[in-house]
């Protein structure tokens, strides 16, 4: 425990718990917002996803570097504050390009936290000698869990406000909470332990060129960028045509939002277990490579039968399966990133894969994209599952033998 009272962990679980769990419920009204209300085809559905990621390419080493020679609180509480706003923009029109740069938001947001909260953690419980990368792992995984658990507490205010007033107002709603957790951090957040760059004549350039130097002189940092790259070529086909897919073949659209809701909340049923079988691994010596590869090829065998059938339940049990493997896989590369990133770059080095996520996500979402405009969806989302695939072979080259550690708890 700090001096001032507080645990850098139990903020961070909570923090970023409440922030992941409020993007569930948002996720699933606008959904229904650009899908039914809206009636966006996919590759007006894609270039929503496009337009995100290039705000995410452009934007997320600057503010990586920012993380690290100014503030990694004050980056955070950026963060909530313009990915809550871009919540809000995202649905004050019917008008498609009036609400597209509402993705711009959601990019440049989201840049902020990325990696900024793991980095300010880890060295906020090095400062207090509590520090053990095993710990960060199983923290990450903590965290999520904890997000999934508010998920299914804001899924169901979607659901509620939804049906009550409509997806908009239950899109503001989650908006605003997004904002009240920025307010949230500025109380909890203390920041001991974090030395600015700045404060150690450390320019801008001098810090990105040593988050490169870290990615490209380590063997297992370079396999998570390959495994990152071409598992986000197939993500964004999934993530964005994926609901389409579902909706069409059920043919619900006056009950859409309840019947989405019911396969996001099954989703996150699924996410849950996934996570709590993955926090087992890691606390049994498993390692984040070795778990990295399971949950690939899950999600690879997940996407194949989701995608190769106009059963709904099926497709929907496909989904659940692809989508919790890929939920439980973010807090493990995070912890893959964290545990050979260097202290003084390492939010860089987090933005440097987020930077690649972008990427990734980008010549996925415009080739998927377009053969999903030119053929069909299912072709598209068949493509994405053997991504997946190749992604879990390559995963295979961080795999390295591993002793387990011994279990603390941390966070709440």
């Known amino acids: 425990m700090a001096k001032h009272g507080y645990d850098p962990a139990r903020v961070f679980v909570r923090g970023g718990g409440l922030s992941e769990g409020v993007e569930w419920g948002f996720w699933l009204a606008v959904t229904v917002w650009w899908v039914v209300e809206l009636g966006l085809g996919p590759f007006q559905l894609v270039m929503m996803g496009t337009v995100l990621e290039l705000s995410v390419l452009l934007a997320e080493t600057p503010t990586g570097v920012v993380a690290d020679l100014v503030s990694r609180k004050r980056s955070i509480i950026v963060a909530q504050m313009v990915m809550g706003l871009g919540f809000i923009w995202a649905v004050a029109s019917t008008n498609y390009w009036l609400i597209l740069p509402a993705q711009v938001m959601f990019g440049v947001g989201w840049t902020f936290r990325s990696g900024a909260d793991t980095a300010w953690v880890t060295d906020e419980l090095k400062g207090l000698g509590e520090f053990h990368d095993d710990d960060i792992d199983r923290l990450l995984l903590q965290k999520h869990r904890f997000g999934i658990l508010v998920g299914i507490v804001t899924l169901s205010l979607t659901m509620l406000v939804g049906q009550l007033t409509s997806v908009r107002w239950a899109a503001i709603v989650m908006g605003l909470l997004e904002i009240g957790i920025g307010l949230y951090y500025s109380r909890a957040m203390h920041e001991e332990h974090f030395i600015p760059g700045r404060h150690d004549d450390r320019g801008f350039v001098d810090t990105l060129r040593g988050g490169l130097t870290a990615i490209a002189s380590q063997p297992r940092l370079r396999a998570l960028v390959a495994v990152v790259l071409v598992l986000d070529?197939?993500?964004?086909?999934?993530?964005?045509?994926?609901?389409?897919?579902?909706?069409?073949?059920?043919?619900?659209?006056?009950?859409?939002?309840?019947?989405?809701?019911?396969?996001?909340?099954?989703?996150?049923?699924?996410?849950?277990?996934?996570?709590?079988?993955?926090?087992?691994?890691?606390?049994?010596?498993?390692?984040?490579?070795?778990?990295?590869?399971?949950?690939?090829?899950?999600?690879?065998?997940?996407?194949?039968?989701?995608?190769?059938?106009?059963?709904?339940?099926?497709?929907?049990?496909?989904?659940?399966?692809?989508?919790?493997?890929?939920e439980a896989l973010w807090p493990v590369v995070s912890g893959w990133a964290n545990r050979d990133a260097p202290t003084e770059v390492r939010a860089t080095v987090h933005s440097l894969i987020g930077q690649t996520t972008a990427i990734g996500e980008l010549i996925g979402g415009i080739t998927l994209g377009a053969v999903a405009e030119f053929t069909s969806i299912r072709t598209a989302l068949v493509i994405a599952a053997v991504l997946f695939g190749i992604s879990a072979l390559l995963a295979t080259r961080g795999v390295a033998p591993r002793s387990p550690s011994p279990h603390r708890n941390l966070g709440a």
């Open 233 to 326: 070529m197939g993500s964004e086909a999934f993530d964005r045509l994926g609901f389409k897919y579902f909706l069409d073949n059920a043919d619900v659209d006056d009950d859409s939002l309840i019947v989405l809701g019911v396969l996001f909340l099954a989703l996150a049923g699924a996410g849950l277990v996934i996570n709590m079988a993955s926090t087992r691994a890691l606390t049994h010596g498993f390692g984040v490579a070795r778990l990295a590869v399971v949950l690939l090829t899950m999600a690879a065998l997940g996407g194949l039968l989701a995608s190769v059938t106009s059963i709904v339940v099926v497709i929907a049990l496909g989904y659940m399966t692809q989508d919790s493997m890929r």
